[in-house]
């Protein structure tokens, strides 16, 4: 059973940075950010393999950036310029096959989720 943390959400404002994490207990071959805010259905933000091929939603593109570090097994979610539409609960998501690996496949493990609040 793989065991997911993430952290690094916080609070800021709109244009700035936050850099979230996602430490997995053992070896996985996909790893994803999805997010979820009230009233609104989950959306795939941002998906990477061991390779370090990734895919991004529309939304996010040339603002987020995910990487990966396989030694230790984590993710990391670069945001940049951040907006008010951002806030989200952010959750990490992975499966242990390296494929396939897209926002739109289903994962078998997930983190807690970590908060992401955007100010205006």
């Known amino acids: 059973q793989v065991q997911l943390v993430e952290s690094g959400g916080g609070s800021v404002q709109a244009g700035g940075s936050l850099r979230l994490s996602c430490a997995a207990s053992?070896?996985?071959?996909?790893m994803a950010w999805f997010r979820q805010a009230p009233g609104k259905e989950r959306e795939g933000v941002a998906v990477?393999?061991?390779?370090?091929?990734?895919n991004y939603a529309s939304s996010v593109k040339g603002r987020f950036t995910v990487s990966i570090d396989n030694e230790n097994e984590t993710a990391h979610l670069q945001m940049n310029k951040l907006k008010p539409e951002d806030t989200s609960l952010y959750f990490c998501?992975?499966?242990?096959?390296?494929?396939?690996?897209?926002?739109?496949?289903?994962?078998?493990?997930w983190g807690q989720g970590t908060q992401v609040t955007v100010s205006s």
């Open positions: 053992e070896s996985v071959g996909c």
């Open positions: 990477i393999d061991r390779a370090g091929g990734t």
């Open positions: 998501a992975a499966n242990t096959e390296a494929l396939p690996c897209r926002r739109d496949i289903s994962f078998s493990y």
